[in-house]
């Protein structure tokens, strides 16, 4: 399980550099939901990774995370 949740941290993090570092909830949803088993541990990934920006309704993908 660690394993997996590495390479979808991984996956998350590449998802957002390519999308300049952020990206809608729903981008996200699109892109994730056929490979991802287990929501919470998406969402944990996720807020880990990134940072709501609620003024634009994005995902913003932390410093430490920004680069590969």
């Not at 390479?7 to 957002?16: A, G, H, I, N, T």
């Not at 541990?41 to 932390?62: C, H, S």
Request: charged fraction near 35%; glycine fraction near 8%.
């Amino acid at each position: 399980a660690d394993a997996a949740a590495g390479v979808l941290l991984r996956q998350l993090c590449e998802f957002l550099r390519r999308r300049g570092g952020r990206c809608s909830s729903q981008q996200l949803v699109a892109r994730f939901r056929a490979d991802c088993s287990d929501p919470t541990l998406f969402k944990q990934l996720l807020r880990q990774a990134a940072r709501r920006d609620d003024g634009e309704n994005e995902w913003v993908l932390r410093e430490e995370f920004a680069r590969g």
